[in-house]
């Protein structure tokens, strides 16, 4: 079970971490599965904006480059995305993605 949690209501320009717990995952799946955060704007389909690795390498959509990062702790089965500059576009719901797993998403608001 994956359970996102941070989101809120910023301005734009603010910032935000957003977190995503998998909960009762053994380490060997954690770690070896491609860990993903998804936006899905306002009548959008979900979009992919970040995603970490098994090996280690990161991935970002354009819109969000130099503005969004995905880290881990491994011992924590959590996953993180921090995010500054935040825009009135990034407004949506976030969600945690691993394998096959997804959360019901945490919702983002930045006002203008």
């Known amino acids: 079970q994956l359970v996102e949690s941070g989101g809120g209501l910023v301005q734009a320009g603010g910032s935000l971490t957003l977190s995503c717990k998998a909960h009762?995952?053994?380490?060997?799946?954690?770690?070896?599965?491609?860990l993903a955060w998804y936006h899905q704007a306002p009548g959008r389909q979900r979009e992919r904006v970040a995603a970490?690795?098994?090996?280690?390498?990161?991935d970002y959509a354009d819109p969000v480059k130099g503005r969004f990062t995905i880290s881990k702790d491994n011992n924590r089965r959590t996953v993180y995305l921090q995010m500054n500059n935040l825009k009135p576009e990034d407004t949506g719901v976030y969600f945690c993605?691993?394998?096959?797993?997804w959360g019901q998403g945490t919702q983002v608001d930045v006002s203008s």
């Open positions: 993605n691993i394998g096959m797993l």
């Open positions: 009762r995952m053994i380490l060997s799946v954690f770690t070896g599965n491609a």
């Open positions: 970490l690795t098994p090996g280690g390498g990161t």
